[in-house]
Protein backbone atom coordinates (compact mmCIF):
# COMPACT_ATOMS: atom_id res chain seq x y z
CA UNK A 1 0.00 0.00 0.00
CA UNK A 2 2.19 3.03 -1.61
CA UNK A 3 2.32 6.26 0.04
CA UNK A 4 1.90 9.34 -2.55
CA UNK A 5 2.50 12.69 -1.65
CA UNK A 6 0.95 15.64 -4.33
CA UNK A 7 2.20 18.92 -4.26
CA UNK A 8 0.44 22.46 -3.75
CA UNK A 9 4.19 23.98 -4.77
CA UNK A 10 4.50 27.70 -5.20
CA UNK A 11 5.95 29.08 -7.62
CA UNK A 12 8.90 31.47 -6.58
CA UNK A 13 11.84 34.05 -8.20
CA UNK A 14 14.74 32.23 -7.44
CA UNK A 15 17.53 33.69 -9.56
CA UNK A 16 20.10 30.64 -9.27
CA UNK A 17 20.10 26.85 -10.14
CA UNK A 18 21.43 26.48 -6.53
CA UNK A 19 17.95 28.44 -4.75
CA UNK A 20 16.09 25.76 -7.13
CA UNK A 21 17.92 22.79 -6.30
CA UNK A 22 17.85 23.37 -2.24
CA UNK A 23 14.15 24.18 -2.98
CA UNK A 24 13.62 20.76 -4.51
CA UNK A 25 15.68 19.21 -2.04
CA UNK A 26 13.61 20.20 0.58
CA UNK A 27 10.48 19.19 -0.85
CA UNK A 28 11.45 15.95 -1.84
CA UNK A 29 13.36 15.20 1.99
CA UNK A 30 10.14 16.54 3.47
CA UNK A 31 8.06 13.83 1.48
CA UNK A 32 10.60 11.03 1.68
CA UNK A 33 10.42 11.81 5.52
CA UNK A 34 6.82 11.49 5.44
CA UNK A 35 7.14 8.00 4.18
CA UNK A 36 6.05 8.58 0.47
CA UNK A 37 6.88 6.63 -2.28
CA UNK A 38 5.49 8.46 -5.32
CA UNK A 39 5.71 12.32 -5.55
CA UNK A 40 3.74 14.50 -7.98
CA UNK A 41 5.10 17.60 -8.57
CA UNK A 42 2.13 19.83 -10.90
CA UNK A 43 2.60 20.76 -14.56
CA UNK A 44 4.99 24.28 -15.32
CA UNK A 45 6.59 24.02 -11.67
CA UNK A 46 9.80 24.21 -13.45
CA UNK A 47 8.53 27.80 -15.18
CA UNK A 48 10.18 29.45 -11.71
CA UNK A 49 13.85 28.23 -13.67
CA UNK A 50 13.29 31.39 -15.95
CA UNK A 51 14.17 33.76 -13.14
CA UNK A 52 17.32 32.75 -13.37
CA UNK A 53 18.09 34.44 -16.85
CA UNK A 54 17.80 38.31 -17.61
CA UNK A 55 14.29 40.14 -17.43
CA UNK A 56 14.29 40.25 -21.43
CA UNK A 57 14.07 36.35 -21.57
CA UNK A 58 11.82 35.89 -18.34
CA UNK A 59 9.51 38.73 -19.87
CA UNK A 60 9.40 36.60 -23.50
CA UNK A 61 7.22 33.43 -23.69
CA UNK A 62 9.14 32.47 -26.78
CA UNK A 63 12.88 33.50 -25.06
CA UNK A 64 12.11 31.75 -21.86
CA UNK A 65 11.48 28.11 -23.34
CA UNK A 66 14.77 28.56 -25.66
CA UNK A 67 16.27 29.35 -22.16
CA UNK A 68 15.59 26.77 -20.39
CA UNK A 69 16.79 24.12 -22.72
CA UNK A 70 20.25 25.51 -21.49
CA UNK A 71 18.88 23.70 -17.95
CA UNK A 72 17.16 20.60 -18.88
CA UNK A 73 20.18 18.37 -18.70
CA UNK A 74 20.81 19.72 -14.50
CA UNK A 75 16.91 19.43 -14.09
CA UNK A 76 16.92 15.86 -14.96
CA UNK A 77 19.88 14.96 -13.08
CA UNK A 78 18.56 16.58 -10.23
CA UNK A 79 15.38 14.76 -10.12
CA UNK A 80 16.83 11.64 -10.94
CA UNK A 81 19.54 11.87 -7.56
CA UNK A 82 16.83 12.49 -5.79
CA UNK A 83 14.47 9.73 -6.54
CA UNK A 84 17.70 7.10 -6.59
CA UNK A 85 18.83 8.74 -2.66
CA UNK A 86 15.61 8.82 -1.22
CA UNK A 87 14.14 5.68 -2.97
CA UNK A 88 10.72 6.94 -4.36
CA UNK A 89 9.43 7.67 -7.86
CA UNK A 90 8.96 11.39 -8.44
CA UNK A 91 6.59 12.65 -11.21
CA UNK A 92 8.69 16.06 -11.58
CA UNK A 93 5.57 18.33 -12.73
CA UNK A 94 6.62 19.32 -16.82
CA UNK A 95 9.09 20.72 -19.04
CA UNK A 96 8.69 22.35 -21.85
CA UNK A 97 11.20 20.53 -24.39
CA UNK A 98 12.32 21.56 -27.65
CA UNK A 99 12.42 18.65 -30.03
CA UNK A 100 14.51 18.28 -33.09
CA UNK A 101 11.73 19.76 -35.67
CA UNK A 102 12.40 22.50 -33.76
CA UNK A 103 8.81 22.67 -31.48
CA UNK A 104 8.24 22.18 -28.22
CA UNK A 105 6.24 19.53 -26.68
CA UNK A 106 5.40 19.50 -22.88
CA UNK A 107 7.16 16.60 -21.07
CA UNK A 108 5.96 15.07 -17.69
CA UNK A 109 8.99 13.12 -16.94
CA UNK A 110 8.57 10.06 -14.54
CA UNK A 111 11.89 9.19 -12.26
CA UNK A 112 12.21 5.73 -10.58
CA UNK A 113 14.24 4.53 -7.39
CA UNK A 114 16.85 2.63 -10.20
CA UNK A 115 18.04 5.67 -11.79
CA UNK A 116 15.60 5.43 -15.02
CA UNK A 117 13.24 7.89 -16.17
CA UNK A 118 10.84 8.51 -19.15
CA UNK A 119 8.25 10.50 -20.07
CA UNK A 120 4.50 11.02 -21.24
CA UNK A 121 3.93 14.81 -23.43
CA UNK A 122 1.24 16.47 -23.23
CA UNK A 123 -1.67 15.35 -25.67
CA UNK A 124 -4.50 18.26 -26.08
CA UNK A 125 -3.06 22.12 -25.58
CA UNK A 126 -4.91 25.05 -24.14
CA UNK A 127 -5.72 28.02 -25.72
CA UNK A 128 -2.93 29.52 -24.13
CA UNK A 129 -0.45 26.86 -25.13
CA UNK A 130 -1.57 27.00 -29.13
CA UNK A 131 -2.43 30.15 -29.89
CA UNK A 132 0.26 32.40 -27.94
CA UNK A 133 2.82 29.93 -26.06
CA UNK A 134 3.21 28.06 -29.14
CA UNK A 135 3.83 24.33 -27.68
CA UNK A 136 2.65 21.58 -29.51
CA UNK A 137 1.19 18.65 -28.56
CA UNK A 138 2.50 15.07 -28.40
CA UNK A 139 1.41 11.93 -30.25
CA UNK A 140 2.03 9.03 -27.80
CA UNK A 141 0.45 7.37 -24.57
CA UNK A 142 1.90 5.94 -22.08
CA UNK A 143 2.18 3.72 -18.82
CA UNK A 144 4.98 3.08 -16.66
CA UNK A 145 6.30 0.01 -14.61
CA UNK A 146 6.73 0.49 -10.57
CA UNK A 147 6.92 -1.97 -7.85
CA UNK A 148 3.35 -1.12 -7.33
CA UNK A 149 1.72 -1.89 -10.61
CA UNK A 150 1.21 0.36 -13.87
CA UNK A 151 0.89 4.15 -13.72
CA UNK A 152 0.01 6.97 -15.85
CA UNK A 153 0.03 10.47 -16.47
CA UNK A 154 -2.60 13.21 -17.97
CA UNK A 155 -0.88 16.51 -18.06
CA UNK A 156 -3.97 18.56 -17.10
CA UNK A 157 -6.18 19.46 -19.84
CA UNK A 158 -5.61 15.84 -20.92
CA UNK A 159 -7.43 14.68 -17.93
CA UNK A 160 -10.69 16.21 -19.29
CA UNK A 161 -10.52 13.65 -22.22
CA UNK A 162 -11.98 10.70 -21.03
CA UNK A 163 -10.11 8.26 -24.42
CA UNK A 164 -6.37 9.37 -22.88
CA UNK A 165 -7.39 7.78 -19.28
CA UNK A 166 -9.12 4.94 -20.87
CA UNK A 167 -6.56 3.42 -22.83
CA UNK A 168 -3.99 3.59 -20.25
CA UNK A 169 -6.36 2.24 -18.17
CA UNK A 170 -7.02 -1.06 -20.48
CA UNK A 171 -3.16 -1.62 -20.65
CA UNK A 172 -3.15 -1.54 -16.97
CA UNK A 173 -3.04 1.57 -15.25
CA UNK A 174 -4.52 1.45 -11.34
CA UNK A 175 -3.23 4.89 -10.71
CA UNK A 176 -3.16 8.33 -13.32
CA UNK A 177 -1.28 10.95 -11.83
CA UNK A 178 -2.39 14.47 -13.05
CA UNK A 179 0.14 17.05 -12.75
CA UNK A 180 -1.98 20.82 -13.34
CA UNK A 181 -1.49 24.75 -13.81
CA UNK A 182 -4.68 26.69 -13.41
CA UNK A 183 -4.50 30.03 -13.56
CA UNK A 184 -8.64 31.04 -12.06
CA UNK A 185 -10.99 28.69 -10.05
CA UNK A 186 -12.93 27.50 -13.20
CA UNK A 187 -9.57 25.82 -14.67
CA UNK A 188 -9.26 24.53 -11.24
CA UNK A 189 -12.34 22.50 -11.16
CA UNK A 190 -12.62 21.98 -14.92
CA UNK A 191 -9.37 19.75 -14.08
CA UNK A 192 -10.87 18.62 -10.46
CA UNK A 193 -13.51 17.44 -12.07
CA UNK A 194 -12.26 15.83 -15.39
CA UNK A 195 -9.76 13.84 -12.41
CA UNK A 196 -13.15 12.85 -10.61
CA UNK A 197 -14.56 11.86 -14.05
CA UNK A 198 -11.70 9.46 -14.44
CA UNK A 199 -11.63 8.33 -11.14
CA UNK A 200 -15.06 7.52 -11.58
CA UNK A 201 -14.96 5.69 -15.17
CA UNK A 202 -11.90 3.58 -14.95
CA UNK A 203 -12.18 2.53 -11.25
CA UNK A 204 -8.78 3.61 -10.16
CA UNK A 205 -6.79 6.48 -8.44
CA UNK A 206 -6.61 9.65 -9.88
CA UNK A 207 -3.99 12.27 -8.24
CA UNK A 208 -4.13 15.95 -9.50
CA UNK A 209 -0.96 18.39 -8.18
CA UNK A 210 -1.83 22.22 -8.55
CA UNK A 211 0.38 24.74 -9.13
CA UNK A 212 0.07 27.65 -6.32
CA UNK A 213 1.48 31.37 -5.94
CA UNK A 214 1.45 34.32 -8.37
CA UNK A 215 4.65 35.52 -9.67
CA UNK A 216 4.19 38.98 -11.40
CA UNK A 217 7.34 38.53 -13.23
CA UNK A 218 6.29 35.60 -15.49
CA UNK A 219 4.62 35.90 -18.78
CA UNK A 220 3.82 32.00 -18.69
CA UNK A 221 2.13 31.20 -15.14
CA UNK A 222 1.79 34.92 -13.49
CA UNK A 223 -1.24 33.59 -11.48
CA UNK A 224 -1.53 30.08 -10.48
CA UNK A 225 -4.65 28.57 -8.01
CA UNK A 226 -5.81 24.98 -7.04
CA UNK A 227 -5.90 21.99 -4.64
CA UNK A 228 -4.30 18.63 -5.29
CA UNK A 229 -5.98 15.57 -4.44
CA UNK A 230 -5.85 11.93 -4.51
CA UNK A 231 -9.65 10.82 -5.85
CA UNK A 232 -11.58 7.01 -5.67
CA UNK A 233 -13.64 5.07 -7.46
CA UNK A 234 -17.24 6.00 -5.74
CA UNK A 235 -18.10 2.34 -4.86
CA UNK A 236 -17.48 0.28 -1.58
CA UNK A 237 -14.63 -0.07 -0.58
CA UNK A 238 -13.90 3.65 -0.76
CA UNK A 239 -15.18 6.98 0.16
CA UNK A 240 -18.77 7.73 -1.13
CA UNK A 241 -17.85 11.42 -2.42
CA UNK A 242 -14.69 9.70 -4.52
CA UNK A 243 -12.16 12.00 -2.14
CA UNK A 244 -9.71 9.95 0.00
CA UNK A 245 -7.70 13.47 0.35
CA UNK A 246 -7.44 17.13 -0.71
CA UNK A 247 -5.70 19.89 0.38
CA UNK A 248 -6.24 23.76 1.15
CA UNK A 249 -7.16 25.22 -1.57
CA UNK A 250 -4.23 27.49 -2.57
CA UNK A 251 -2.09 26.35 0.33
CA UNK A 252 1.61 25.48 0.27
CA UNK A 253 1.74 22.12 1.18
CA UNK A 254 2.12 17.99 0.14
CA UNK A 255 -1.16 15.77 0.38
CA UNK A 256 -0.88 12.51 1.57
CA UNK A 257 -2.69 9.04 1.26
CA UNK A 258 -1.98 5.37 1.08
CA UNK A 259 -3.27 3.60 -1.70
CA UNK A 260 -4.84 0.19 -1.80
CA UNK A 261 -3.99 -0.16 -5.43
CA UNK A 262 -5.11 -4.31 -5.00
CA UNK A 263 -8.68 -2.70 -3.87
CA UNK A 264 -9.01 -1.72 -7.52
CA UNK A 265 -8.72 -4.58 -8.92
CA UNK A 266 -11.67 -5.83 -6.78
CA UNK A 267 -13.97 -2.94 -7.26
CA UNK A 268 -13.48 -3.74 -10.92
CA UNK A 269 -14.30 -7.36 -10.18
CA UNK A 270 -17.04 -6.87 -7.32
CA UNK A 271 -18.08 -3.57 -6.93
CA UNK A 272 -21.75 -2.31 -6.99
CA UNK A 273 -21.46 -1.35 -10.33
CA UNK A 274 -18.79 -2.13 -12.98
CA UNK A 275 -18.24 1.08 -14.66
CA UNK A 276 -14.70 -0.11 -15.74
CA UNK A 277 -15.80 -3.38 -17.40
CA UNK A 278 -19.43 -1.23 -18.74
CA UNK A 279 -17.60 1.20 -20.69
CA UNK A 280 -17.44 -1.15 -23.93
CA UNK A 281 -21.15 -1.91 -23.89
CA UNK A 282 -21.30 1.99 -24.71
CA UNK A 283 -20.36 1.70 -27.85
CA UNK A 284 -22.73 -0.86 -28.65
CA UNK A 285 -25.99 2.15 -28.61
CA UNK A 286 -27.46 3.37 -32.09
Request: glycine letters at 6%; a negative charge; one cysteine or more.
Amino acid sequence: MPRIASAQYDIGFLETWDNFAAKTRQWVKQAADNQAEILLFPEYACMELASLFSKEVYSSLSGQLEALQSLLPKYLELFKSLAMEHRVYIQAGTYPVKHGTGEFRNHAYFFTPQGDFDYQEKLTMTRFENEHWHISRGLDIKVFDTIFGKVAINICYDSEFPHYARQQAERGASLILVPSCTDTEAGYYRVRIGCQARALENQCYVVQASLVGNADWSEAVDVNCGAAAIYTPVDRGFPNNGILSIGEYNKVQWVYADLDLAAVDTVRREGQVFNYRDWPKQFDCR
